[in-house]
Antibody, heavy 117, light 110 residues
Framework: QVQLQQSSPGLLKPSQTLSLTCAIS??????????WNWIRQSPSRGLEWLGR?????????DYAVSVKSRITINPDTPKNQFSLQLNSVTPEDTAVYYC???????WGLGTLVTVSS | QSVLTQPPSASGTPGQRVTISCSGS????????VNWHQQLPGTAPKLLIY???QRPSGVPDRFSGSKSGTSASLAISGLQSEDEADYYC???????????FGGGTKLTVL
């Protein structure tokens, strides 16, 4: 059973960088059958998939068009976790952020991120 | 606006059967399998159905899923008060190269 532990919530100011990590137990971030996703949820945008990283003999990433210029998702193999970095945040990025594994089979508990001046 | 279309609300009385629809297109539901997620108030979404009609371990057989063409449905039989939640469909979109979701259906047990 895969379990995902997300890092602590945060309050950011506009233009700052959002950074979150998702620690994996019960599987390996380097698994060749897994994908590691970030999703956010807000009242205005609903559930929005942001991107994923996965390993198939080398590392790959897919990112949503809406955030492609600002997002980076990286694996951290020594710590068996993966991270989300979103640059130049605005109040529109205020949401609950979830990490999710495989084809969204397993979800973390969520982290509220608020962007406000 | 969400890529997949769901009714915003549904309701039923205890013991009834309710269905929730999810409409997409050839690039998502038409080519790929559909997941359904249940989100209880104040909690993270939880996988309810995967692969159109497969239940993860622990999900009661009162929940079932189906798919036809570019649409999918979630059926809940023997409705119970604890089924009151938001339900979301999801599928991979080959054109967007992204997971896409429905806007969610709020199920009320009367």
């Amino acid at each position: 059973q895969v379990q995902l532990q997300q890092s602590s919530p945060g309050l950011l100011k506009p233009s700052q960088t959002l950074s979150l990590t998702c620690a994996i137990s019960g599987d390996s971030v380097s698994s060749k059958s897994a994908s590691w996703n970030w999703i956010r949820q807000s009242p205005s945008r609903g559930l929005e998939w942001l991107g994923r990283t996965y390993y198939r003999s080398k590392w790959y990433n897919d990112y949503a068009v809406s955030v492609k210029s600002r997002i980076t998702i990286n694996p951290d193999t020594p710590k068996n976790q993966f991270s989300l970095q979103l640059n130049s945040v605005t109040p529109e990025d205020t949401a609950v952020y979830y990490c999710a594994a495989y084809d969204l089979y397993y979800w973390g508990l969520g982290t509220l991120v608020t962007v406000s001046s | 606006q969400s890529v997949l279309t769901q009714p915003p609300s549904a309701s039923g009385t205890p013991g009834q059967r309710v269905t929730i629809s999810c409409s997409g297109s050839n690039s998502n539901i038409g080519r790929n399998t559909v997941n359904w997620h249940q989100q209880l108030p104040g909690t993270a979404p939880k996988l309810l159905i995967y692969g159109n009609n497969q239940r993860p371990s622990g999900v009661p057989d009162r929940f079932s899923g189906s798919k036809s063409g570019t649409s999918a449905s979630l059926a809940i039989s023997g409705l119970q008060s604890e089924d009151e939640a938001d339900y979301y469909c999801a599928a991979w979109d080959d054109n967007l190269k992204a997971w896409v979701f429905g806007g969610g259906t709020k199920l009320t047990v009367l």
